[in-house]
């Protein structure tokens, strides 16, 4: 039984940071590609970062330079370093993995008052 974890949101003021962590079971967790997405109230789901299995990440235009992505295969966990958050930041982020986005978690909500 696969399962994604998330974990990290929370209330935060306009610049400030937060670290979202991911944690997976029941997958090759070294093998697969990770990434975070969010959906903000009223809007289509959209991808945030993803990192692959090889080390590769790559990341939306609007969060170039203020979040990273990384992961810890040791540990079956991916993080999602989120730094000079802003309001429209906010959302609810969901960690997903595989290749297709095969398994998803349920999310963890992220909130950034101006």
């Known amino acids: 039984q696969v399962q994604l974890v998330e974990s990290g949101g929370g209330l935060v003021q306009a610049g400030g940071s937060l670290r979202l962590s991911c944690l997976a079971s029941?997958?090759?967790?070294?093998?697969?590609?990770m990434a975070w997405y969010r959906q903000a109230p009223g809007k289509q789901r959209e991808l945030v970062a993803a990192t692959t299995s090889g080390g590769y990440r790559n990341y939306a235009d609007s969060v170039k330079g203020r979040f990273t992505i990384s992961r810890d295969n040791a540990k079956n966990t991916v993080y999602l370093q989120m730094n000079s958050l802003k309001p429209e930041d906010t959302a609810v982020y969901y960690c997903?993995?595989?290749?297709?986005?095969?398994?998803w978690g349920q999310g963890t909500q992220v909130t950034v008052s101006s």
């Open positions: 997903a993995a595989g290749d297709r986005n095969n398994f």
């Open positions: 029941g997958i090759i967790f070294r093998l697969n590609r």
